[in-house]
């Protein structure tokens, strides 16, 4: 749920006046080809860009999951391929679109991805077991993720954590997620106005409002408006799912594959409500 993150740095930066929501990729990422329509921030938030999603390349699994890359390189492997539709026409998950939101995040402020969230973010919250993971460094009480093989649960297969980079490189803890959302919710990290926008269901240019906003689902249980988002990566997946109104929050973390986190954060959610 990296995501979430990623976006609320991007609108911290658009209240610092350091970018606008509308402005397009190639204002801080000049080399990046200008594509048959103009891709802009807000697409990216909202997974409406039409960029290519770099999961999805053969190349992805063969070499750079295990091999890692550069997070500037690695823009390089999606970025010649046309668009899949006219940004802001279609909804499309797009791990891609958040990997650039990173590197207009370095851009912008000066700092590296990394550098930017811990000041602006995980320090602003006193999210003291969250970090950026690295395979390199050590990391006290980070845990091992595993996956089922047949009859047996293994070891997760590698990857190398600058891939998902600020698509899906955090490493956090249930109460530190849980301070993250006081945090949001006291505005202590961008203002009201900003975060309803990132809870607000994007409108596509001719066409319905999708269930997406800036870094989160927008959903309902019981009747409630929930805000949600799931995660997954080799050997670890989570969900997190909020009522804004009643601030009630359920977070569930899994360090296997083989123990899906969606109905079960749905469950506890519906009995808290």
């Not at 402005?23 to 048959?36: A, E, R």
């Not at 390199?136 to 093989?149: A, H, P, S």
């Not at 990290?189 to 689902?217: C, D, E, M």
Request: charged content about 15%; aromatic content about 12%.
């Amino acid at each position: 749920i990296t995501k979430q993150f990623t976006a609320i740095a991007i609108l911290k930066l658009n209240e610092d006046q350091k970018l606008q929501l509308k402005d397009t990729i190639q204002k801080f990422l000049p080399s990046f080809p200008v594509k048959s329509s103009p891709i802009t921030i807000e697409h990216l938030l909202t997974h409406t860009s039409g960029i290519r999603e770099i999961t999805e390349l053969d190349i992805f699994f063969t070499q750079l999951m295990k091999s890692g890359c550069d997070p500037d390189s690695l823009v390089n492997y999606f970025k010649d391929y046309p668009l899949e539709f006219t940004p802001g026409s279609k909804f499309q998950y797009c791990n891609s679109g958040y990997h650039i939101l990173g590197l207009i995040i370095e851009k912008a402020s000066g700092l590296s991805y990394q550098e930017y969230i811990t000041k602006n973010i995980l320090a602003v919250s006193d999210m003291q077991n969250s970090i950026s993971d690295n395979n390199t460094i050590l990391i006290n009480n980070r845990v091992y993720g595993y996956e089922k093989l047949g009859n047996k649960i293994v070891n997760s297969s590698y990857i190398d954590m600058s891939i998902p980079f600020s698509a899906g490189n955090l490493l956090s803890t249930t109460i530190d997620l849980n301070k993250w959302y006081k945090a949001l919710f006291e505005y202590q990290i961008v203002s009201k106005n900003s975060l309803q926008k990132a809870h607000t269901p994007y409108h596509l240019n001719a066409g319905p409002r999708i269930k997406y906003g800036y870094g989160w689902f927008v959903d309902s249980l019981q009747g409630e408006v929930v805000i949600t988002h799931e995660g997954g990566i080799n050997g670890f997946l989570s969900s997190v799912w909020f009522i804004p109104t009643s601030k009630t929050l359920a977070v569930i973390l899994s360090n296997c594959m083989c123990n899906p986190t969606t109905n079960t954060a749905k469950t506890v959610l519906a009995y808290a409500i």
